[in-house]
């Protein structure tokens, strides 16, 4: 991860901010999922923080689940965090029935926000504290076949968590 003072996404940057209103929210913001998914194609992980809760929101929304706020900024998040809560997901969905047993986690980054992904280990290597690392692959190096993609998630990455 960068420094956040050569970052240009930082909770000070007020080009970040939400939009306020329903036609200033496009396709493409970086507050909707697609927009979430090109940034981190981009090598960059946003999320959302509410400036009158504090509320982290990962992947980002235009308002904050919390108070209902539109007050919210984007602020890179760092790429490490510790497990919170995992689980196995033994019937995945067909894209994914290759990998399985799929581990998967709530990961609390050292941001305080949360982010839920496949971990790369088996259940019973992985415990709450574990430390782990984000990761992003493209869907073809992890074996997803793209003929399961919508047609809009054809360019989106594919984000696992390793163990640190």
């Known amino acids: 991860m960068t420094d956040e003072s050569d970052s240009p996404m930082t909770d000070t ?3 970040t901010t939400g939009p306020l209103t329903a ?3 496009t ?3 970086a507050f909707t999922l697609p927009g ?10 946003l999320a ?3 400036t009158d809760c504090e509320t982290h929101m990962l992947p980002p929304r235009p ?21 919170v809560s995992y689980t196995s997901v033994n019937r995945p969905p067909s894209a994914f029935e290759h990998l399985a047993p799929i581990t998967v986690a709530v990961v609390e980054l050292d941001s305080s926000a949360r982010l839920t992904g496949r971990v790369a280990a088996p259940l019973e290597d992985l415990a709450i504290g574990d430390r782990v690392e984000l990761e992003v692959r493209d ?9 399961f993609d919508l047609s809009y998630e054809a360019e989106w990455p594919v984000h696992v968590f390793e163990r640190a």
Do not use: H, N
Not at 36 to 45: H, P, T
């Open 13 to 15: 940057d007020s080009t």
């Open 23 to 25: 036609e200033a929210l």
């Open 27 to 29: 396709a493409d913001s």
């Open 36 to 45: 979430f998914f090109d940034a981190l194609a981009d090598g960059r992980l």
């Open 48 to 50: 959302a923080r509410c």
């Open 63 to 83: 308002a904050c689940y919390a108070c209902g706020s539109r007050a919210v900024t984007l602020s890179e998040q760092p790429r490490t965090g510790e497990v």
């Open 139 to 147: 869907p073809e190096d992890v074996g997803i076949d793209p003929a």
